[in-house]
Each structure stands twice: as C-alpha cells, then as structure tokens.
C-alpha cells in the first residue's frame, strides 16, 4: 500500500504542480549528501510517520462473495492508517524554492482525495469502488517539534515543509472459509420429553427464500 500511494503522489505532485512542466520528485531521505547530488528543481516527498486511526477501527466483519453473488468467506474489517509526508522544495534560490512549493501547495489543494487515475493496484480498486484515499494538506504534525527533530535527525539543511497526511483503507486479517451452500431447506425438529411427541418446522428452499419465505414454511407434528 505505502507504494503506491508514494506513487500516486508523485503522479500528482511532478504532472499538476505546473501545467506545462513537469517537476522531479524525489522519495529520499533529504540529506546532506542528497541535495549535494540533486540536479535542477526537485521537490522532496518524505515519509516520516505510519499509524493507524484507531478511532476508524471496526470489529465488522465483511462478506466476499464469488461472482453469483454467494458467500465464499469472511474477513475482518479494512483498517484505516494514516501516511504523514513532508514536502519541501530545493532549487538554487530562496524564491524559487518558494514559488516551486507554492505551486506544489496549489496542486494539492485543488484534490480532496486521490484520483483513481493517479492510482494503481489496491489504491485503485478502493477508489473505483468510493473509498478514495484522503488527502489532509497543511495540518500540524504530530509533535510542534517535530520538523526541528527531522531537520536535525538526518542531518539536512533546514527548509519549510507542508506537511501531507494521505488516510487509506488497508486489508487486515486473512478470509475464513464459508460454509458450503444451501441445497435443502433447513429444518429444525423439536421435542417434548414428557410426551414423546416432536415438532418439525421447515424452512423455504433457495428459490423460495425471500419474499414468499414464511409461505413457504411446512409444520408437521409426529409421535414417536
């Protein structure tokens, strides 16, 4: 999942920062020995946080179903995580830097969620089927001193950072094999221990379960 919503991202950030250009977007820790390396304008996506929303969580349990629809097996609940990046700009001059991450800022802004278009694999199917990956752009890191502590911890020349929060759903747990189908109507027989006698209550069939199901209940007494 972490892949490809890295590359989501950069879809994103490197085609609609500026209509007419693309721009480089670099994945690597922005250190020292990096921007030594860089060559022209790149902005720099880094990721610095994974956790999960807890307050999302769910204890559902969801159905997979074959393609006529029966119940094959049962899974947990997709968990909701939250993927935070820091997002600077490096070029030669403060305000191109300035103008580069502004752009970048635009881009973003302009998206509430991630397109499925941008996406590929299960970022894709999620957002075909209206589960979209969110976007949060601008919002306070975890700790007030956390861009001072990055800086610091890698070793990097200080820059302003936009702080980029993507929250998406991600498959947990393994599906549990279903029961084989219904070929039968079910029956339930009941008895008295006194009298000996037992009641026997069937069920409608497959082709008669829904509507017209309590018409299609049978009661039968019987002694033994």
Known sequence: MIPEIDRALIALLSTQTYADERVRVDLDPPTKDWAARRTGPVLNLFLNDVREDTEKRSADIVEVRDEKGIVVARRPAERTFLFSYALSAWTSRPEDDHALLGAALGALLRREYLPEDLCDGTLAELARYGRPAMIRVGGVLYSERLVTELWTAIGGEFRPVIAITVSSMVPAGLPVPAGPPQTEPPK?????????????????GRERAGADAPAGRTRTRESL
Do not use: K, R
């Open 188 to 204: 339930f027989v009941f008895g008295d221990t006194q009298s000996g006698a037992t009641s026997t209550i069937s069920g409608a």
